[in-house]
C-alpha cells in the first residue's frame, strides 16, 4: 500500500489547479486521472478576469498571456430581424481592456509545468473509496482499477461532473438543464478572415458564438433547449458538424456555416449541460473530515455566463490558502486543523459557486426563450442592455492570495 499526504483525484484545471497552490505553499499532492495524457475536452475557453487574478496567484499567467488578445466586446445577432447589439465589457477587466480565450490544452499544460515529474499519475482510475478513523472522517483509503491501493490523510476531489468524491460526500448528482452544448475549434489553412471580433447569434430556443484565438484558428460554440423527450445526441464527429450545419444554423449567417465545417473533428463534443442544484451546494457536505471537492466536482454548472472554469481556478487558490495556512501554522498536515480548513474552504465558496450556478442558468433560459415578441423583447431590450452587464459583474472577483511560507505566525 502506497501512503501520500495529499491525492487530488482529476487532472483537469480544477485538479491541476489546487496541486499547483499546495506547491506553492509546500505541500506536494499526488495528482490521479483516469486518462493516459491531460484532457483537453472542449478545445478552448474564455478566463474572466477573476480567473487571471487566480492565475497570477498561481504563477501561471505570464505563460498564457503573450499568445492571445483581451476582447472588450461582443456583437450578438439576432438573425430573425437582423438587428446586432454591442455588449461591452466591463473597462476594469485587467489592463487590456477584457476577457481573453484561451487554448484548454494550453492552460493545462501550463498548470502541469509548475508540478514536479511523477506528481501526476495518469490512467488511474478510482473505483473505490474507505474512509477510517472516527466517524470515518480519515486517513482514506482509494482503490484503482489497476489493483492500486493509497492511503492518504488529505483526499481532494475534482473528478468532474459525475464524482466518485461527490458521491461519498453524499452530494446530489447533477441534473439536466434543459439545455445542450456542442462545441468545436476550427483550423483554416490560411488567414481565416474573420477578424478578431466575437460574433453571437441568437435564434428561439438556439444560441451560437465564434471566438478567434489567433489568425488561423476559432472556437466556436452552440447551445440549444433540449426536446423534453431527449434529442438523440450525435457521437461521430461528422455526424456533430453535419447536424450542427444542416439542423441549427441555416438560419445563421453564412460565417458561422464556414466555420463549422473547418472544424478539427477531434475537439467536437455534444453533451446535455448539467448544473448542480444551488441548494444541494448549500444544505449539502461539500467537505467531511478531511475530504472535499472542487471544480466541477463542486458545481457543475452551465456555460452561460463564461465561469464554469474561471470558478474553478479561484477553488484552487481558496483552498491552497486555507489548508496552507494550516500546514505553515502546525508545520504539518494535522487531520483536526486541515478538517477545520476545510469547513473555512467550503464556508468561502459554498454560496459564490451556488449564485454562479444560478446566474449562469437563468443568463441562459434568458437567451434561449426567445419565442413570442414577449420573450424577446426582454432579450433584446432588458436583458442585453442590462441584467446580463449586471450578470457579468460577478467576473469581478478577487479569490484572494496564498499564504507565504516566510511568513511569521500571528500572535494573538
Known amino acids: 500500500m502506497e501512503e501520500e499526504e495529499v491525492v487530488v483525484v482529476g487532472a483537469g484545471i480544477a485538479g491541476l489547479a489546487t496541486a499547483v497552490a499546495l506547491r506553492r505553499v509546500g505541500i506536494k499532492a499526488l495528482v490521479l486521472e483516469r486518462s493516459d495524457g491531460l484532457r483537453a475536452t472542449g478545445a478552448a475557453l474564455t478566463l474572466f478576469p477573476n480567473a487571471w487574478r487566480a492565475l497570477d496567484v498561481l504563477g501561471v499567467a505570464h505563460k498564457l498571456t503573450p499568445f492571445y488578445v483581451a476582447r472588450k466586446k461582443s456583437y450578438v445577432t439576432d438573425v430573425t430581424t437582423g438587428a446586432v447589439q454591442e455588449i461591452f465589457f466591463s473597462r476594469n477587466n485587467r489592463s487590456s481592456g477584457g476577457p481573453i480565450t484561451v487554448h484548454r490544452k494550453r492552460l493545462l499544460e501550463s498548470l502541469a509545468e509548475e508540478l514536479p515529474t511523477h506528481s501526476i499519475r495518469f490512467s488511474s482510475k478510482l473505483i473505490s473509496i474507505e474512509a477510517q478513523g472516527q466517524a470515518q472522517q480519515g486517513p482514506y483509503i482509494i482503490s484503482l482499477e489497476d489493483g492500486t491501493v493509497i492511503k492518504t490523510k488529505v483526499l481532494i476531489g475534482c473528478d468532474g461532473v459525475h464524482s466518485m468524491v461527490a458521491r461519498k460526500l453524499g452530494l446530489g448528482e447533477p441534473v439536466k438543464s434543459g439545455r445542450s452544448g456542442v462545441r468545436g475549434l476550427a483550423v483554416f489553412p490560411e488567414v481565416h478572415g474573420v477578424g478578431d471580433e466575437v460574433q453571437q447569434f441568437v435564434d428561439a430556443g438556439v444560441r451560437a458564438g465564434v471566438v478567434p484565438l489567433n489568425d488561423k484558428e476559432i472556437y466556436w460554440f452552440l447551445t440549444f433547449n433540449s426536446s423534453p423527450k431527449g434529442e438523440a445526441m450525435a457521437t461521430d464527429p461528422e455526424q456533430i458538424e ?171
Open 242 to 412: 453535419e447536424q450542427v450545419i444542416k439542423n441549427f444554423a441555416k438560419d445563421f449567417p453564412p460565417i458561422y456555416a464556414e466555420v463549422v465545417r473547418h472544424s478539427d473533428l477531434s475537439t467536437l463534443t455534444w453533451t446535455p449541460l448539467l448544473m448542480r442544484l444551488p441548494w444541494d451546494l448549500i444544505f449539502g457536505n461539500v467537505s467531511k473530515g478531511n475530504m472535499t471537492v472542487a471544480g466541477d466536482a463542486m458545481h457543475p454548472m452551465t456555460p452561460d455566463l463564461g465561469q464554469g472554469g474561471c470558478s474553478a481556478l479561484e477553488d484552487a487558490v481558496v483552498l491552497g490558502r486555507h489548508i496552507g495556512k494550516s500546514y505553515i501554522d502546525n508545520g504539518k498536515l494535522v487531520p483536526a486543523a486541515v478538517a477545520g480548513a476545510l469547513e473555512g474552504y467550503v464556508k468561502e465558496r459554498r454560496w459564490r459557486a451556488a449564485w454562479l450556478i444560478t446566474g449562469s442558468y437563468l443568463s441562459g433560459w434568458a437567451q434561449l426563450r426567445g419565442e413570442g415578441w414577449l420573450m424577446k423583447t426582454f432579450r433584446d431590450v432588458i436583458f442585453y442592455r442590462y441584467v446580463f452587464k449586471k450578470l457579468l459583474q460577478v467576473s469581478d472577483y478577487d479569490c484572494g492570495k496564498l499564504p507565504l511560507l516566510n511568513e511569521p505566525k500571528k500572535t494573538l
